[in-house]
């Protein structure tokens, strides 16, 4: 039996021993491996439950592995999973940046997990299928074969650690990250500093969307979109809103940071102890019923 399928069945044992005993926590496996090991999404009507990095995902849609103007990358990692509000917004910008020279579309990154939840390696976001991660590349070529999705990387729009913009930059980028923050089920953007310092200077038009844009490490060879919890739907924890004002000012700060770093603060003298991973008993109770569905 390969390696994968052995993991799978253990993970599915564990999940059947977890629903059978929900009041013994401790005995709780890491929920990465239960949701990790599902496949499809849940049989139930579409909802987002608990907060985008403590959360899952009921009755997740897949975004296509090819569209006209998309193509979603890393496929072996089924992760072009997301809420159809989520799926929709993908395929809408999509299709904006098809509009920009010498773009065809996007190359589409990690969404979430067939049933959404904490990922096995990478993001503690990404967990009620409200997260998206889009590829800096342009996306010239629509056609790339499974193998070379695989193994294609994107590429790294930061200089001097984030402080700015490199060659890479376009106008481009400017304006398909202005036209995903316009979207009203937008409700934050991430990207490295010296971009959102950038967008800043480019702009001439109105400011308002340059809110969402927040500064925050990495997301030099991706941008993260982050949608509003639908409407109606119970249970899912809306993000605060960010801070008033175009955010220009707060981004300058980001960069100096970067520039002239402050001394490190000296470390406790007894250290924190260390976090486990999330259990299912960490998670909304609806995760155990999105979990158990066939």
Known sequence: MKTGLVRKAIALGALAITLANPINAAAEPAAKQLFGAIKGGSAHKAASFGSYAKGCLAGGVQLPQTGPTWQAMRLSRNRNWGHPELVDFVQDLSRKAARQRGWGGLYVGDLSQPRGGPMLTGHRSHQIGLDADIWMLPANKLNLSVNARENISSISMQRAKGAFVNNNWTRAHHEIL??????????????????????????????????????????????????HCPKGVRGCVDQAPPPRGDGCQDAVDWVNNILNPKPAPPKPSKPSKPRGPLTLGDLPKQCRTVLSSR
């Open 178 to 227: 202005k036209a995903a923050a316009k979207d009203r089920r937008v409700a934050r953007i991430f990207v490295f500093p010296g971009a959102k310092v950038q967008m800043c200077k480019d702009e001439k038009g109105s400011r308002k969307w340059l809110r969402k844009i927040r500064p925050w490490w990495g997301h030099h060879y991706h941008f993260h979109v982050r949608l």
